[in-house]
T-cell receptor, first 113, second 111 residues
């Protein structure tokens, strides 16, 4: 597509439930990234996919968080047994390998109540 | 560890010039980026520096000194629409495109 698409744009869930967030990167972009941004905070790196290489999962805050990227395109970030501290905006970005700059999606605002 | 510091907030007057500083201490360095983020929106790419010196792009310029671990973003002829957060980010590693972001600087432009 023309841009990075994320869905849903907003998600309210009850504590303890699982959620799935979806990212559809720009066509042809081989790299895909997930970040989260808490209110008034900077972007916190979560996970990075580059082509067929093993993903860099070093930013995932706990084993409740996982992500996959199917067919080198769409990615899903899954949060199991959500907690209130998981409330944040989850941003996905994509880029061409070794090119400058990311293109970000509009994010998914997750609220855990 | 990775450390990127920026002022939390700045204010400036419409038509003026403002300089937003960023200092970094990271385990690797392969370029520094500035992004603009309006409230409730996604960050958008502004500038990129990998060599020392000044990069100019219209009203926006960005400077890098690798030896000092220092960058600044210069905004000229400020407009009200420039009110936003400005994020400094460092690319760590070689062909590895992972960015580490600072907490951002909220700029308020007033008449």
């Amino acid at each position: 597509g023309a841009g990075v698409s994320q869905s849903p744009s907003n998600k309210v869930t009850e504590k303890g439930k699982d959620v799935e967030l979806r990212c559809d990167p720009i066509s042809g972009h081989t790299a895909l990234y997930w970040y989260r941004q808490s209110l008034g905070q900077g972007l916190e790196f979560l996970i990075y996919f580059q082509g067929n290489s093993a993903p860099d999962k070093s930013g995932l805050p706990s084993d409740r968080f996982s992500a996959e990227r199917t067919g080198g395109s769409v990615s899903t970030l899954t949060i199991q047994r959500t907690q209130q501290e998981d409330s944040a905006v989850y941003l996905c970005a994509s880029s061409l390998r070794n090119r400058e700059g990311y293109t970000f999606g509009s994010g998914t605002r997750l609220t855990v109540v | 560890g990775q450390n990127i510091d920026q002022p939390t907030e700045m204010t400036a007057t419409e038509g003026a010039i403002v300089q937003i500083n960023c200092t970094y201490q990271t385990s690797g360095f392969n370029g520094l980026f500035w992004y603009q983020q309006h409230a409730g929106e996604a960050p958008t790419f502004l500038s990129y520096n990998v060599l020392d010196g000044l990069e100019e792009k219209g009203r926006f310029s960005s400077f890098l000194s690798r030896s000092k671990g220092y960058s600044y973003l210069l905004l000229k002829e400020l407009q009200m629409k420039d009110s936003a957060s400005y994020l400094c980010a460092v690319r760590v590693g070689g062909g590895y495109n992972k960015l580490i972001f600072g907490a951002g600087t909220r700029l308020a432009v007033h008449p």
